[in-house]
């Protein structure tokens, strides 16, 4: 592997993370580092790529924190296929149209952000900003310019919201022209804040961006001219050499805007990731390779390669200057927090992000992405309606967090708005006029439609004798079970949870801090867990789980549904609760064109395991059963099938605490339900974790 970064010279601060990274893996695999110092300099990365793709040896490239030089060294790599991965490059739109890459970090956007809320908070208003000179630093003036102009996301959007038009971050860009509210200057020197134009009073905030070595230089002359407001500084000095180039004295209480849980977080998960997936497939090359990080990278990425939450904020915090010597120094990884979270799917994820946005520790275990996974196999319906009354609260919740929320969220989980109809027996109906009421209440848009009703909308839809009516969500569809899970991973990530190397969790043992939890890696304390493993509950909670749950145990049961060519037929989202089918279009993937649909089997106490092959029988009995409601399916070519398990109960999801020792908070036993109520679930398990741990 090339490591690329600056080694020597002026920025060699942050090459030292790298260096940091490869010292803790050499020796362990089959992988060779080999470091590459292109000094933190666009033309010089350029020259470093084009020696890479010569040598012709190398099978990845990680590094090129500097966000200019790995734009010089993109086309370089993207023409021989190799693959880099960005751990720290945060300019925006520097992924865009481009492929072969993959970045981790959020870019430039949500650091502005967060600088301006960290502003507002402290009671200061707009900050001043001024920079060091370098292209760098007159790039992110630019940037922060746009936020204080009625286009740009100082007009009252919400924090991490990108600007429709965001600045030229090119490294020749011209920095003149600038409004008042940004002060450009040369490199060390910078505009005189005790005597700004027209006589207005000293600047209460001022943004110093620029390179650390650069900043702290600016940062000086500004304290030589007179008093500067509080000061904030940019990422590039979020190193501890920055707060020793400051000094004491300088540092005092100014403030530097970091990637949460500090630059090195986002080195480490990268190189993880890289020999993670190189221990799967040490062959994988190219764009194989790209797919196989993806898998292994725990944070969800766009087409490009960037994060999906790129633009967002959260990624971002700003701390005390003088914290930066505690921050930046490598640490073991913690061997205690607030809660384990035990699985990794839709749930486990959801639940984790809940946890981390209240500011609670959190360590999220999972076997790895090859392991046995609810989410991994389910149809991704989404709807508000259920006809349970507790899970219908759960859903219509979960609904106004995620799927009818912010469309840009909705769309990183890979959502299709194909509306949702529930088909209703004569016994349903009046269950349904009052989940109908609740809908509406909570201003989701929804309609009873009588037979005749859905027969015109949707002609390609049978209807027997026992549907009595149909629930219509215009605003339901499906969604991406994997993409879902791994947006959530990377909220739960950016706002600092833990993500456990991978392996199954043994044990759940009692601890005067209150529960060990035993993993392949190794031992964590937690405060508290919860447990939300799908089909692997049984196994590691044992008895405690059928002591809450009563006489009735958890049992898994079969799911399995097949695509069939749809001939463009336009049809909803369909759940049949007259006979337990359901079916949605597939609109994206190589199945595109076809008509996901499941069939009810009763196959019970199966392994908790999924697989993609049906048999000829199998797909005899959905196509049967389908051919009731989508009578084009008798004869429509058969695409593909899937299978997996989930865990059911009699009594419907257990999500509260298991009786006994260790604390556990189980959510388990969704019986499918879990993907349409996570986010609504997930709240409510914050707050039995907080009121257990005193919160």
Request: hydrophobic share 40%.
């Amino acid at each position: 592997m090339a490591v690329v970064g600056p080694f020597s010279g002026p920025r060699a601060a942050w090459g030292e993370l790298l260096t940091r990274a490869v010292r803790a893996r050499t020796g362990a695999g089959a992988i060779v580092w080999e470091a590459h110092d292109d000094l933190g300099d666009a033309d010089r990365a350029a020259r470093v790529a084009e020696a890479v793709v010569a040598d012709g040896g190398y099978a990845a490239v990680i590094g090129h924190f500097n966000s200019m030089g790995a734009a010089r060294a993109l086309p370089h790599y993207r023409a021989a296929g190799l693959p880099l991965l960005l751990p720290l490059a945060t300019m925006p739109g520097l992924l865009d149209g481009t492929r072969g890459a993959l970045r981790w970090c959020p870019d430039d956007t949500g650091q502005v952000a967060a600088i301006h809320r960290a502003a507002a908070e402290l009671g200061l208003g707009t900050p001043t900003v001024t920079h060091d000179g370098s292209a760098y630093g007159r790039a992110l003036a630019r940037r922060f310019e746009a936020w204080a102009t009625p286009s740009g996301t100082g007009s009252g959007m919400p924090s991490g919201t990108p600007s429709s038009t965001p600045p030229d971050t090119s490294p020749d860009s011209s920095p003149d022209a600038s409004p008042a509210t940004v002060s450009h200057g040369e490199p060390g020197p910078a505009p005189d804040p005790a005597s700004p134009p027209g006589g207005d009073p000293a600047p209460r905030a001022t943004v110093v961006c620029g390179t650390h070595f650069g900043a702290a230089a600016t940062a000086r002359s500004l304290g030589e001219r007179g008093p500067a407001g509080a000061r904030f500084f940019t990422d590039d000095c979020a190193v501890e050499d920055f707060a020793r180039l400051l000094g004491p004295e300088g540092a005092g209480d100014a403030r530097v805007v970091a990637l949460r849980g500090g630059p090195e977080a986002q080195v480490e998960a990268a190189f993880d990731c890289l020999v993670r997936a190189l221990g799967e497939e040490p062959d994988a090359r190219g764009e194989r390779l790209l797919e196989v990080l993806r898998r292994h990278a725990w944070i969800a990425f766009t087409d490009h390669g960037d994060p999906v939450d790129a633009a967002d904020a959260a990624g971002w915090e700003v701390v005390p200057v003088r914290d930066l010597v505690h921050r930046t120094a490598r640490t073991p990884r913690p061997v205690a927090t607030d809660v384990v979270v035990v699985g990794a799917g839709v749930v486990g994820a959801v639940t984790a992000t809940a946890l981390a946005e209240q500011g609670l520790s959190v360590a999220l275990a999972s076997p790895g992405p090859d392991a046995p996974s609810a989410t991994a196999w389910s149809g991704g319906l989404v709807r508000a309606y259920d006809p349970d009354p507790e899970l219908r609260a759960l859903a219509v919740r979960s609904h106004r967090l995620l799927w009818g929320g912010d469309p840009r969220r909705a769309a990183a989980c890979g959502f299709h708005r194909t509306g949702s109809l529930v088909l209703l027996g004569r016994a349903d109906v009046d269950e349904a006029r009052r989940g109908l009421a609740e809908l509406r209440a909570q201003r989701i848009e929804a309609e009873l439609l009588a037979p005749a009703e859905i027969r015109r909308r949707w002609p390609d839809l049978a209807l027997g004798d026992e549907v009595a009516a149909g629930l219509f969500e215009p605003g339901g569809g499906y969604a991406s079970p994997a993409a879902t899970a791994a947006f959530h991973r990377t909220a739960a990530v950016r706002h600092g949870a833990m993500v456990l190397p991978y392996g199954p969790v043994r044990t759940l043992g009692p601890h005067p801090d209150g529960v060990e939890v035993g993993t392949a890696a190794g031992t964590v304390v937690a405060g508290q867990v919860v447990v939300a493993a799908g089909g692997g509950a049984p196994v590691l909670l044992g008895e405690r789980l059928t002591a809450r749950l009563g006489p009735a145990a958890p049992r898994t049961k079969r799911i399995r549904y097949a695509f069939f060519a749809s001939g463009g037929r336009e049809v909803p989202a369909v759940n049949d609760l007259t006979t337990g089918m359901w079916g949605r279009p597939e609109r994206h993937g190589p199945l595109s064109g076809t008509h996901l649909t499941g069939r009810p089997v009763e196959e019970w106490d199966v392994p908790p395991t999924g697989g993609e092959v049906l048999d000829d029988a199998q797909v005899a009995h959905i196509r049967e059963g389908a051919a009731r409601r989508w009578p084009w399916i008798a004869d429509a070519p058969f695409r593909g099938g899937r299978y997996g398990a989930d865990l059911y109960h009699p009594d419907g999801p257990l999500l509260g605490h298991l009786p006994g020792d260790p604390p556990v908070v189980a959510s388990v036993c969704w019986s499918g339900g879990g993907f349409k109520t996570a986010p609504g679930a997930a709240e409510r398990t914050v707050e039995l974790v907080r009121a257990a741990l005193g919160r």
